[in-house]
């Protein structure tokens, strides 16, 4: 068996996640499927983040074991030939050690969470950002965003429907920056749980727009409590950036 | 008669164009019904530059007459929630002089052509970018592109269908430039012919390829011959980023 990592774009609009499901597509099936009909054989594709509806990704990781071996630009170009017309694009694949796992071996995960801050609705970036029509104070949101950063139980921040055992997560950077009407929340984590990235982006929204104060989002940190944290931003403004992995020894293969 | 400055943004997927056209929805259409849901009355909508079926706009202008005076603030809220769920958004609206019209006052367009240069197709950006998987020299590019700066006869890069009675044009800007993967050409003048964008593009992508060499381009604009340039670049990649105006006089009203 070869073990390939593959670096994955996509559109989340159409998907019911990334997880494989019934009653919706997704993209683990996309390139589950995609693998079906070129290969001969249908591997189970693992992902570094189980991204939700809606959700996008710039750089997703994945791996994938198969019988051949593939010359790894014939392996993305053929995917990318079975994916089409469904937005979902193999950006590279390598061959990777036995060792590797998308989703143990990850070390950071990185998402952007992108909020269109204007008056008028998006035309163009419709399905891509979270409009808040208010005038948001990014600086006061980066402020707030800082009390998150380092090692905290988030269960203020964490869906009622999140099945980590723990809720202790270190947050490595939370930073909100403003270019024109674009507010960007850069955040960096080993891991995140369930929903995390939204619903603190839906309680800094409430900071930004004067409803809270700054000092609110410790107090929230330190209720334990999800009803003391802001609503959770739509998934449409999520992405999924990147995701860091230790330097692998070169293959032996 | 109080007449109105908008600015405009949309996703030109959906759309036969912004004219006004029987067998397809257009932009203008959509402003003008718009307007007749919640003014009561059905005004004409003149926009600076015609863009073609799937060209995106950042920042059309158009101008309207109403009988009614309006706050700017309430016109453009009212545009917003009767265009949706178009993707097409009203960013702006201001009291205009009677002597402002969107498209023969207007004394610059900008645009913006943007291709995706990777091997892998498009999966967030597929209808926003035009994708050329061969490696393009953006540097040969820009290099070439000075040659069609200035007052020149852009027959050669005119649609056959163009019906402007001169194919004497004034460039007054052309620059390539890549940021990673993206290669975007900027271009401005104070109008432009029919394709004339999109003919550049599809001209610079071959010498960016190296098929064509960088002394072409001058070759071809002297050939005065639509059949001596490049092919059309796909409508998805141009986008109307800006329509240039005098400085108008403070209004009487």
Redesign the interface.
Known sequence: MYRYRLTI???GTPFGGWQRQNNAPSIQAALEEAFARFAGERPLVVGAGRTDAGV?A?AQVAHVDLQRRWRP?RL??AL?AHL?PQ??????ARLAGEGFHARFSARERRYVYRILN???????E?A?VWHVPAPLASEHMQEAAQALVGRNDFTSFRSSECQAASPLRTLDLLHVRRAGDLIEIHAAARSFLHHQVRNIAGSLKLVGEGRRSIGWISEALAARDRSAAGPTAPAQGLFLVGVGYPVEPLSAS
Do not use: I, K, T
């Open positions: 774009e996509y559109d996008h710039l630009d993305v170009a990318n089409r937005p979902v694009a193999v950006l590279e204007r008056r008028a609705p998006a035309a163009l419709a891509r």
